[in-house]
């Protein structure tokens, strides 16, 4: 990702993600960096074409999210935000029984950000989803 340095910045601010292990290279460029999330860790560095890694193009065009449970969505979304993240959907309670907002990074990235709000077995969620998509149209 393009500015590796900032983006550890971003992510231990925004998300609280901490910083595992980090490796610069000579020229102060992010070689590797591991960031743990809790939950999860994330793996980054600035891009280094010979080894395949290529930066988002910084378009709101992706294939992919990170999914972020947190304890308090509406806080971290500000936090993104305020920090120069792209709105995709504001907070809201989803059928699921989690309350989600999604942002696209500086970096180019897009995050599903949740907190469960309410216990819901995968059974019922799916139920839940599919009369949630029916509904519309």
């Known amino acids: 990702m393009a500015g590796g340095a900032a983006a550890i910045d971003y992510y231990t601010e925004v998300f609280g993600a901490t910083v595992v292990q980090r490796m610069d290279g000579p020229d102060g460029s992010v070689m590797h960096a591991e960031l743990d999330f809790g939950n999860g860790r994330l793996q980054l560095s600035d891009p280094m074409p010979t080894t395949g890694l290529h930066a988002p193009d910084g378009t709101n065009t992706v294939n992919h999210s990170y ?40 970096f180019g990235h897009r995050w599903a ?7 819901v077995s995968d059974e019922e969620a799916q139920r839940r989803v599919e009369e949630w998509a029916a509904a519309q149209g």
Do not use: Q
């Open 67 to 106: 999914v972020l449970y947190c304890e308090d969505v509406d806080a971290t979304f500000r936090r993104a935000v305020e920090r120069g993240a792209t709105v995709f959907e504001e907070p809201s309670t989803f059928v699921t029984g989690d309350r989600f907002g999604s942002i696209l990074d500086p």
């Open 113 to 119: 950000i949740m907190t469960r709000v309410e216990n």
